[in-house]
């Protein structure tokens, strides 16, 4: 079993910038992928950024691309998400992930989920 605990949500201004954390507990040998998804009110869960386990390889949506920023370190067990430019839109909880395996972009691929963190983008 993996715990995630996310952390570092709140209220920013539109423009302005947040960096989410996510701290691995627990069966953190891996190799897992990691990942961000958040869900807005009255929306379905929907993917942010991935990271695999080596961090070679990264995906992002398009809608955060060149604005948000994934990392890992596998010593501290822990995953980031610097988000930059922060537009209204992007107000949603956040969910850290991690799965076995290569990455994903799919909800349903992943097997470990964090409580997330709220953020708020006001315009």
């Known amino acids: 079993q993996v715990q995630l605990v996310e952390s570092g949500g709140g209220l920013v201004q539109a423009g302005g910038s947040l960096r989410l954390s996510c701290a691995a507990s627990?069966?953190?040998?891996?190799?897992?992928?990691m990942a961000w998804f958040r869900q807005a009110p009255g929306k379905e869960r929907e993917f942010v950024a991935s990271?695999?386990?080596?961090?070679?390889?990264?995906y992002y949506a398009d809608s955060v691309k060149g604005r948000f920023t994934i990392s890992r370190d596998n010593v501290k067990n822990t995953v980031s998400l610097q988000m930059n430019s922060l537009k209204p839109e992007d107000t949603a909880v956040y969910y850290c992930?991690?799965?076995?395996?290569?990455?994903?972009?799919?909800?349903?691929?992943?097997?470990?989920w964090g409580q997330g963190t709220q953020v708020t983008v006001s315009s």
């Open positions: 992930a991690a799965k076995t395996g290569g990455l994903g972009y799919r909800f349903d691929e992943y097997d470990y």
């Open positions: 627990g069966r953190t040998f891996g190799p897992y992928a």
């Open positions: 990271i695999s386990w080596s961090s070679n390889n990264i």
